[in-house]
């Protein structure tokens, strides 16, 4: 049985008054070229913990992962880490989907670049997806009519995702 969804919210969706947050599950279903899902969060707090901090804090959450792993490192190290365990990910076809919405904002806590692909990939997006990566990034100055504040709450990625194709 389908859930049915609050009018008001419907109605918000449709008028592009609906802010979409993004958390963790989000880019579940996402593939790489080999066809392996992309990871959960406990999958990578434990490659965080394999790769800087050890046997020691294995069972460790994400969070609590990324931030000993860059206190033992260094932040662009670990997420250099992330962004190359992340970027061969590519959205599923429902990840399209969000790019047909008329969507207020966009804010994620994800690491990876799926909303980003979708973007690129839809055929015909509603809005130009402007991320946010960091207070002085300039994306609100880019911002006009047709566009869309991606804010990207963690900011991982952010110089390295200008470096590559998304």
């Not at 947050?21 to 707090?45: M, N, Q, Y």
């Amino acid at each position: 049985m389908a859930a049915e969804l609050p009018r008001e919210l419907v109605g918000a969706v449709a008028e592009g008054r609906a802010v979409l947050f993004l958390g963790a599950g989000a880019s579940r279903g996402a593939k790489d070229d080999k066809s392996r899902d992309i990871p959960t969060a406990t999958e990578l707090a434990a490659e965080l913990v394999a790769m800087f901090l050890g046997k020691a804090y294995e069972g460790y959450d994400f969070r609590t992962a990324y931030d000993l792993a860059c206190s033992v490192r260094d932040v662009p190290t670990v997420q250099k880490f992330l962004f190359d365990r992340l970027n061969t990910f590519r959205p599923a076809s429902f990840h399209l989907l969000i790019a047909s919405f008329p969507w207020a904002g966009i804010l994620t806590t994800n690491y990876d670049l799926i909303v980003e692909r979708a973007y690129g990939q839809a055929r015909s997006p509603l809005q130009r997806l402007v991320p946010n990566v960091k207070d002085d990034d300039g994306a609100t100055q880019r911002l006009d009519h047709k566009s869309l504040l991606y804010v990207k709450l963690h900011g991982c990625q952010a110089g390295f995702a200008q470096r590559t194709s998304c």
